[in-house]
């Protein structure tokens, strides 16, 4: 199971560097803001199709039901996301941008983590982790020279 959870999350990663060439493309002729309107209007529909089609788990009538609320912030995250993805590829370029995008994402996992914020599954620090996050911002800086 544990090699099937790797393959998604590299799919994921892989998806997310295509997406953000795509946007940033779109960006250069419709604007940001365009993009990001219709990047989730399309996402939005995704998930309907899906939705409908996979059997309907869940309910939109529960997300009224969802506590603490700062967790409906999904949307208002991804469109933060879309457009500061669309702007760092366009200011540093495609793999840059990716490894600093990466390596803020892990530093982020990595607080959350630690502390248990926003109800995250909580784990002990552990310094090897934190040196690993250190060599990952050696790597990145050593990658920009």
């Known amino acids: 199971m544990l090699i099937v959870g790797i393959l998604i999350a590299a799919l994921s990663g892989m998806l997310m560097s295509v997406q953000g060439v795509c946007n940033t493309g779109v960006s250069q002729n419709a604007g940001l803001w365009v993009t990001g309107t219709f990047v989730s209007a399309t996402a939005a529909a995704v998930c309907l ?5 996979t059997g309907r788990e869940g309910s939109f009538a529960a997300l009224w039901t969802i506590q603490p ?8 995250f991804g469109a933060a996301i879309t457009g ?10 495609t793999a840059k941008a990716e490894l600093v995008i990466v390596l803020a994402q892990l530093v982020t996992a990595y ?12 784990e002990p620090f552990v310094w090897h982790k934190l040196l690993a996050l250190v060599l990952s911002l050696g790597g990145v800086i050593w990658y920009s020279l």
């Open 84 to 93: 500061t993805v669309v702007l760092a590829i366009s200011r540093l370029g």
């Open 69 to 76: 609320r700062y967790l409906l912030l999904g949307g208002v």
């Open 49 to 53: 199709l899906a939705w409908l089609f």
């Open 111 to 122: 607080l959350l983590a630690v502390t248990g914020w926003l109800q995250s599954e909580r």
